[in-house]
């Protein structure tokens, strides 16, 4: 946006004379400078339109209030932000919008997070002179998961815009004139695009709406958790909202080296396997429930035990969702017994690049990277070539598998010689060939369970979180996935793989995540000096890890 | 007061005699004052079952979802009363109602009668006139369970 | 009659143990009942009027209750110790209104420590209150018994103390001959009214009745010793208090109030009224109904004394219930027998 270099611009604030770099908007500069301008349309991953009017501010270069959105600074500016004028403009603004607004806060899903709602009370009057009759717009479905409540539509052109500019589909526009114009989609062209969901979260009011999350709780009730995404390779950092245990929706969370403010529909509404009543839930042997998951995980450390020394041929199987840690875990394991690592991949899909810069990965997981990055470069290439010879070669005498795919189908090759050597242990999510015939099946947990950290296809280095865990001891959902994880600040796979250790004596307690993390940061020169409180919310680029999918050796 | 009292120690009210020192004549007093109300015989029981007091103007009882004209209930789920409720006793989850004039309704409505403290907030906080508090008080029941009234419990109270 | 007591004294035995058991089992429940109505006087409310005629059944409808209640102990109690302790509140209290003269010469039994057997005795309780209270294994119990121990220890020889001194006007601790005292030369309580005094109000803190009642205080200690028992068992411990207080009032009405007798102009008015003439020279069965009736009505009054106390007093701090006890009732009452002896010597001499 900066097309006058590195200038800086003197100019007043609100009195105060403050400096900024040329080139940025009033609206921008002043947030810089601690004064937040109220905007509807401004979005600062959009481009500029100006046509709300609710960010006047009084100027000394126009009689007229300025539009501080596309007003940039300049010197000897001077910016009134709560002068008389600037707040009776921004009434007069408030007022406008509001004359066909309907009273529909009591059942508008924005309600809560409504700019209009929090604008209304801060710079709106008391109450409304309308005394007329309120025009009506459409309410109707826009596409699969977006429904427009036409009545609520302020005419920002937001969406309009991002369709526009980061998706690059342009499904959405304005019709009709005046107090009736309104947002619709051409006849016969829903909004379907893979990155339809965002409109709804730039909506600054009630009018588009996620059919997904329509009616599933107030967003006040719901507690955030600031984790990444667990879809793709990307890492696009999000807000997991919850409710009493329960996913109710996942939001963006702005990070311009990832996602800018934006993610994919297939990440937003793919959290529902966390809650499928097929997960497995309950640790058991064979197909005996056992009773209590200390006992499982003692069982899981006797296996080990078993092993220990490198007396017995042991292979392990690692998938790409385990957070940085657990595959920590899985190489100390590995170390102690000798085994054989190698890794399996979901398959892949389609990578997408969207006029915006938005990316979706083709890579439909979320940490192949990081467990790279531990366990060696080749686990998903030739270590799994060598893992699979072994195991369709026979005389395994323990296969431990790590299976926390978010679908029970994975066709690898790796999977049916895993099937094939009768898996011993099993960590998985959902049942599929290589728990059937385990001798042991633990849950895993799913990423929105998990404490830890990711590496995306960047090598950038991202923290996990699970405040809220989904499902736990959620008694309306028997079946669900509760049982297995025993404090909020470590997964089931972290602390089983950890009372394994303890078991065979190579570790003296369990850790949480951030223990654990400090143990791989002592011994792996990727992380060397990174810990989890120094892991910024944006995450932080790993050294030693080239960016964006070039050379590294399981690609091929 | 405290202060005052060190300030002041003489004029503390500890200047009693030897009798009042023995708490006997105080007792006496005391003894004496609760003889009157015996023989006052002055009864402010009512025989309750028997003998009902009209509930005054205003009484919190336990809640109604109001209905409509046309016998739906007037409750759009706005979750305003569960937020407001002071203790937590108000489950809702709402569905998209099956009319045209309405987008909103709740699927299930549950109060839990033995945690509310029927303070009215959640009348108050209604912006639809669909919950209200009735004069009804005395509903016992065998179980917790009973007590956690549902929406069409709530609709016929 | 009392020819036939001399004759068969197994049979007597029996009868009067049988007596000495069911009369104070059924004062009880009138007495919890009127307790119960009179509080609700005092505090203008009407009070049980459901169950029977002026709710006079009430106390067999809570009797049924307590019977019917699940009894419950808890986890980690001293089963034993905690089975015994109701046990020990009840049988002590019970033992010593045996030896308490409630007509005219008619006890249980007589024995000849007299009234020291039945304070020794009645101490006894002491050990079902702090028993119960460590059995329990629950911190408010614990409190409780130990509260109750230490306010009964002290209040025990401010009690000894005040009895002393009535005893010493007689010269013996047969009760019987204590009442012929005072028949002779009038009652103790005008003889000895500090004795008086301080034997109510240790009896008070003896039996647990407000305004000492610290060791089941529910303010503070949910029930004190008892807080663990349910059922008849906690029954037993209600039924102990309620017949200490009995036995505390009788003793009370003997030491005190002239026991079974009555003053002359009493004992006029009964023979206008009832056209008897009661003499108590010589014991028959008339005069000892009638003694049986004066003594009631004392100790009735005395009850109702203590149940009216209980609902006029607040309860006493702990440190001030000790106060009381070391610094003011013993030294008082030591004084008061050193005075008594000083003149009762002199009065010899
Ligand atoms: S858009 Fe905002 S102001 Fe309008 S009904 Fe919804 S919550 Fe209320
Ligand atoms: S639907 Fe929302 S984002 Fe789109 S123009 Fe209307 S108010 Fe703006
Ligand atoms: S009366 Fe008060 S406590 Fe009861 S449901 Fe309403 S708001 Fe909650
Ligand atoms: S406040 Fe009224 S309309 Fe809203 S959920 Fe409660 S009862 Fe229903
Ligand atoms: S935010 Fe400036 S005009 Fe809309």
Redesign the pocket.
Same mark, same amino acid.
């Given at each position: 946006m900066s097309d006058s270099g590195a200038g800086m611009v003197s100019w007043v604030l609100n009195g105060d004379p403050v400096e900024s770099p040329a080139g940025m908007t009033i609206l921008e500069a002043a947030k810089a400078h601690g004064a937040e301008l109220p905007h509807f349309c401004y979005h600062p991953g959009l481009s500029i339109a100006g046509n709300c009017r609710i960010c006047l501010v009084e100027t000394n270069r126009s009689p007229k209030p300025a539009i501080s959105c596309s007003e940039r600074i300049s010197d000897g500016l001077e910016v009134q932000t709560h002068s008389e004028k600037a707040v009776e403009a921004r009434e007069g603004v408030m007022e406008f919008q509001l004359i066909n607004h309907p009273l529909d806060c009591p059942v508008c899903d924005k309600a809560g997070e409504c700019t209009l709602q929090d604008y209304s009370f801060d710079h709106g009057p008391d109450e409304s002179r309308f005394v007329e009759k309120k025009n009506i717009r459409h309410t109707k479905d826009l596409g699969p998961t977006i429904k427009i409540w036409g009545n609520r539509c302020i005419v920002c052109t937001r969406c309009i815009r991002f369709c526009d500019e980061i998706s690059g589909t342009g499904e959405l526009c304005v019709v009709a004139r005046g107090d009736r114009s309104v947002v619709d989609v051409f006849p016969g062209i829903p909004i379907d695009n893979p990155l339809a969901g965002n409109v709804v979260d730039i909506c600054p009011v009630g009018a588009l709406i996620s059919k997904d999350f329509m009616f599933q709780s107030r967003v006040w009730n719901n507690e955030h958790t600031e984790t990444v995404c667990g879809g793709c390779a990307r890492g696009c950092n999000v807000t997991v909202e919850t409710n009493e245990g329960f996913v109710k929706r996942l939001m963006p969370r702005e990070n311009t080296d990832v996602n800018d403010w934006w993610m994919c529909d297939f990440g937003r509404y793919g959290w529902r396997y966390a809650h499928d009543d097929r997960r497995v839930s309950v640790p058991r042997r064979g197909a005996e429930a056992v009773e209590t998951e200390l006992e499982a995980h003692r069982d899981l450390g006797e296996l080990v035990r078993g092993a220990w020394g490198g007396s017995k041929k042991v292979a392990i199987v690692v998938d790409p969702f385990l957070t940085c840690e657990e595959a920590h875990l899985v190489g100390r394991v590995a170390a102690g017994t000798g085994a054989t690592v190698g890794g399996w991949l979901p398959p892949s899909g389609d990578e997408l690049t969207f006029p915006g810069k938005f990316k979706i990965s083709g890579e439909k997981c979320p940490n192949r990277r990081g467990v790279e990055a531990v366990l060696g470069q080749e686990v998903f290439g030739s270590q799994a070539k060598a893992v699979e010879s072994m195991l369709n070669s026979g005389g395994v005498d323990l296969v431990i598998v790590f299976a926390g795919f978010p679908n029970a189908d994975c066709p690898d090759a790796l999977a049916s010689a895993v099937g094939k050597a009768t898996a011993r242990v099993a960590f998985t999510l959902f049942d599929g060939a290589w728990s059937e015939a385990a001798d042991l099946v633990l849950p895993s947990a799913s990423v929105f369970e998990k404490e830890g950290t990711y590496v995306n296809e960047d090598g950038r280095l991202q923290r996990v979180r699970s405040k809220d865990r989904p499902g736990d001891a959620q008694l309306a959902q028997p079946g669900l996935h509760s049982a297995s994880i025993s404090s909020p600040w470590v997964t089931s796979e972290l602390v089983a793989l950890q009372r394994a250790l303890v078991h065979v004596g190579d570790a003296e307690r369990s850790l949480s995540a951030a223990g654990v993390f400090r143990q791989l940061a002592d011994s792996n020169e990727h992380f060397k000096g990174q810990s989890h409180r120094g892991i910024p919310a944006t995450g932080v680029p790993l050294g030693g890890l080239a960016p964006a999918g070039v050379g590294e050796g399981s690609e091929s | 007061m405290g202060h005052d009292a060190h300030a002041e120690p003489e004029k503390k009210p500890g200047k009693l005699g030897l009798l009042g020192k023995a708490y006997l004549p105080a007792i006496a007093q005391g003894l004496l004052h609760t003889l009157g109300h015996i023989v006052k015989w002055d009864h402010n029981t009512l025989n309750y079952p028997d003998e009902k007091r009209a509930p005054f103007p205003g009484y =919190?009882g336990e809640?109604r979802l109001t209905r409509d004209e046309q016998g739906r209930e007037k409750c759009v789920a706005c979750f305003m /009363?569960s937020t407001? /409720?002071?203790?937590? /006793? %108000?489950e809702i989850v709402a569905e998209e109602a099956p009319w045209p004039d309405r987008e909103k309704r709740p699927k299930i409505f549950n %109060?839990d009668m033995m =945690?509310? %403290?029927? /303070?009215?907030?959640?009348?108050w906080?209604c912006p639809c006139e669909a919950?209200e508090?009735t004069e009804v008080f005395n509903i016992p029941v065998r179980t917790r369970a009973e007590k956690i009234y549902d929406k069409e419990r709530l609709l016929s109270n | 009659m009392m020819e036939w007591f001399a004759e068969n004294p197994v049979l007597s035995g029996i009868i009067k143990a049988v007596v000495l058991f069911a009369v104070p089992m059924q004062i009880v429940p009138g007495l919890i009942y009127f307790e119960r109505r009179i509080c609700a006087w005092i505090q203008d409310r009407k009070g049980p009027n459901r169950v029977g005629p002026i709710g006079a059944l009430q106390p067999l409808a809570d009797v049924v209750k307590l019977l019917m209640k699940e009894d419950i102990a808890p986890k980690g109690v001293d089963r034993a110790i905690y089975v015994l302790a109701p046990a020990l509140v009840f049988i002590p209290s019970m033992l010593a209104f045996a030896i308490v003269p409630v007509g005219m010469d008619l006890q249980v039994f007589n024995p000849n420590s007299g009234v020291i057997f039945a304070i020794t005795i009645g101490s006894f309780a002491v050990y079902g209150l702090s028993f119960g209270g460590w059995a329990s294994n629950n911190k408010y119990s614990l409190l409780g018994g130990l509260r109750s121990s230490a306010q009964m220890i002290s209040y025990e020889a401010a009690l000894f103390l005040a009895l002393m001194s009535a005893l010493m006007m007689a010269g013996t601790v047969d009760l019987n001959v204590v009442v012929r005292d005072q028949i002779a030369h009038g009652w103790n309580i005008w003889r000895q009214p500090v004795g008086a005094v301080l034997f109510l109000v240790a009896s008070f803190a003896e039996t647990n009745r407000l305004p000492f009642d610290l060791a089941e205080c529910e303010s503070e200690l949910i029930g004190g010793y008892h807080t663990e028992y349910t059922s008849m068992k906690f029954a037993m411990f209600f039924l102990g208090e309620y017949i200490a207080m009995i036995t505390m009032s009788a003793l009370m009405v003997t030491l005190f109030l002239g026991g079974w007798s009555m003053p002359t102009f009493l004992l006029t008015i009964v023979h206008d009224w009832f056209g008897v003439a009661i003499s108590f020279d010589q014991v028959t069965l008339g005069t000892m109904f009638w003694s049986i009736v004066f003594f009631s009505a004392k100790t009735s009054a005395l009850l109702f004394l203590f149940i009216w106390v209980r609902w006029t007093l607040p309860r006493f701090r702990y440190d001030q219930l000790m106060r009381l006890g070391w610094k003011v009732m013993i030294p008082v009452a030591l004084a008061n027998l050193a005075i008594t002896a000083t003149v009762i010597v002199l009065m010899e001499d």
């Open positions: - | =919190r809640h /009363c407001v /409720c002071p203790a937590h /006793c %108000i %109060i =945690r509310c %403290i029927y /303070c009215g907030m959640c009348e906080a919950i508090l | -």
